[in-house]
């Protein structure tokens, strides 16, 4: 559908007027709304499942998981924050969870009492054309609608104006969606990405390596193959447990896909001829295919490629500068696990910093040294699934937080009311100014509340 035939113009004045009509503020219109939008996922529970694994070629189960102190001088008063919706917002959603991540953003649009235009990715067009299909039949379709498209319709709608826009996807589109949305001076939420390192510390019992191997191998071939921004990038580990690693990730892999990885059906395919185009070219640098210790085989026809392990590529390499977004993991050695802190914080901040360790001193450093949207000790991904963390990147990973309370108010002007009433007027508040109401104020901030209340029954300005 183009936005001619959407008729964006006439949709947007639509959205605007029903906002401006009061009708999203409702509580009982944002609770049917979001019971609305249960009914929608749990109706069509087995559909969901079904245009995942057309566009993406995911497993029913991975699919499925998929007030305010005041100073003493303006006693007595109250105050309080008080939430308002935005407005109208943008989201653009992705193609690697295109229903989650679609659906949980227009949670938080919905809890704030949004009205809000969603634009799917083309890249995953089954899903993409089941929201535009479904969403119209449950939600009220006069405050939350549907466009889809390609970058064409993406370009047009940030030429209008949007009071929030909330973007999930790359870097360099992320660069585009700020630069339009800075014409207006319209906020954004961007959840980007990165290349999310784990730090794995040896200096763990031979059970519990094995378990955070097999934790970090989910990690990586276990979210859509590669293709989250939220999966494991590279591992660092210390140089002389480098052949063990590997091979309980071999055994993993083998454990979890088989030892045909090319026909097991549990693993997700390469999104589309462009993505696989590119990992391709990631390992056709003869010091990175050099490198290849497991894996490394592709099939172009059904753009599938191999879980595969690389030992110690060039650092220059694009495949140790940008997100990988694929199947390849590159393990990089170091004389000890310490390195690892220095290593990191020296590069772009990434998404998540993953470290397995039982080591206090090295967990310290982790979450001191470093900077990263958040922080998972011993396990991979879990903080996505937890509604009562924040989600969001820092710097180059992204803008803003979500999920959970985190997701109203990403959505939420929190407008700040102070309210007086008319019992008591400091004089000490007003000019003309001496020693004695300047001393007097300062009593204000320095002491505590009942001998303020003292003060002023004893003392006029």
């Not at 390499?317 to 997100?323: D, K, P, Q, V, Y």
Request: hydrophobic share 40%.
């Amino acid at each position: 559908m183009t936005v001619a035939e959407f008729g964006l113009g006439e949709r947007l004045g639509e959205l605007r007027r029903t906002f401006q009509s009061g009708t999203t503020r409702s509580l009982a219109w944002r609770k049917a709304q979001l019971q609305a939008l249960l009914n929608l996922v749990r109706d069509n529970e087995e559909q969901i499942f079904q245009v995942v694994h057309e566009d993406l070629g995911k497993h029913p189960v991975e699919a499925f998981r998929d007030e305010s102190p005041l100073p003493l001088a303006f006693f007595p008063a109250t105050a309080e924050l008080l939430p308002e919706p935005l407005g109208v917002v943008l989201i653009f959603s992705c193609w690697n969870f295109p229903i989650s991540l679609a659906l949980e953003p227009l949670i938080g649009a919905i809890s704030a009492g949004n009205a809000a235009l969603i634009k799917p990715s083309e890249m995953a067009p089954a899903c993409s054309s089941f929201l535009a299909r479904v969403i119209p039949r449950y939600l009220d379709n006069k405050a939350i609608k549907v466009i889809e498209g390609g970058p064409e319709t993406g370009a047009k709608l940030l030429e209008e104006k949007w009071d929030k826009i909330f973007f999930t996807g790359s870097p360099r589109v992320g660069r585009i969606i700020m630069s339009a949305a800075a014409k207006h001076l319209t906020p954004v939420t961007l959840e980007l990405g990165g290349k999310c390192p784990v730090i794995l510390d040896t200096r763990l019992s031979s059970s519990e390596l094995e378990v955070a191997i097999k934790r970090i191998a989910w990690g990586k071939w276990g979210l859509c193959n590669g293709q989250s921004c939220v999966g494991v990038d590279y591992i660092l580990v210390e140089e002389k447990f480098a052949p063990t690693l590997i091979d309980l990730l071999k055994k993993s892999i083998d454990q979890f896909y088989g030892r045909k990885a090319k026909d097991f059906k549990d693993l997700t395919r390469i999104v589309n001829r462009h993505h696989f185009e590119r990992l391709h070219n990631l390992i056709k640098d003869p010091a990175v295919s050099d490198s290849i210790v497991h894996g490394g085989q592709v099939d172009k026809e059904r753009m599938f490629i191999e879980p595969t392990i690389l030992l110690d590529p060039p650092l220059e390499a694009e495949i140790m500068t940008e997100e990988i977004f694929g199947p390849f993991l590159p393990i990089i050695t170091l004389k000890n696990i310490e390195e690892s802190i220095e290593f990191v914080s020296s590069r772009p901040k990434p998404l998540v910093l993953y470290a397995f360790t039982k080591d206090e001193t090295l967990k310290r450093l982790v979450l001191s040294r470093t900077s990263s949207g958040s922080v998972t000790f011993n396990d991979i991904a879990v903080q996505f699934m937890s509604d009562d963390l924040p989600f969001g990147g820092i710097g180059q990973s992204g803008l803003g937080k979500y999920h959970g309370k985190f997701s109203f108010e990403a959505f939420t002007h929190e407008k700040a009311v102070l309210r007086r009433n008319f019992i008591f007027d400091l004089e000490s508040r007003y000019p003309p100014w001496s020693d004695f109401k300047l001393n007097f104020i300062r009593l204000l901030y320095k002491y505590d509340y009942f001998g303020i209340i003292l003060l002023f029954l004893g003392l006029k300005g």
